[in-house]
């Protein structure tokens, strides 16, 4: 069954097209060029709580150039929990960093990759 049909960016229902990837199968939003992965968990692979938001994820891809440039808004689920102080920063509207593996949609394991991400400022 479809899940999480509704754009999480601009809330487009109708102009999403799927994409197979090697990470799973991703939708994207023609309207506002949104990308997600279809299968978002809706309960936390950590804590299992439900209290999941979609925020926006940085994607940065080195072009030609040396240029750094965002390509698309990639759209991650986080968990109001575990993922606390990322969605907090999301909330500012600061896009979450391209590194960033939310504790939502994967089970984060004691202590790893929690303490020692460095976010921009
Ligand atoms: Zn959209
Ligand atoms: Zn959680």
Do not use: F
């Given at each position: 069954?479809?899940?999480q049909?509704?754009c ?10 799927g994409?197979?990837?090697e ?85 984060r ?13």
């Amino acid at each position: 069954m479809p899940r999480q049909m509704t754009c999480p960016g601009c809330g487009e229902e109708d102009e999403l097209t799927g994409e197979r990837t090697e990470s799973g199968i991703h939708i994207s939003c023609d309207a506002c060029g949104a990308r997600w992965p279809r299968d978002t968990p809706y309960t936390c692979a950590t804590c299992q709580g439900q209290d999941i938001h979609m925020r926006p994820q940085a994607l940065t891809q080195y072009s030609r150039g040396t240029q750094l440039s965002i390509v698309s808004l990639h759209y991650i689920p986080l968990c109001a929990d575990c993922d606390a102080d990322m969605l907090a920063r999301a909330n500012r509207q600061k896009p979450v960093p391209g590194q960033y593996r939310s504790a939502a949609s994967r089970r984060r394991e004691g202590g790893e990759e929690t303490g020692n991400l460095i976010l921009p400022r």
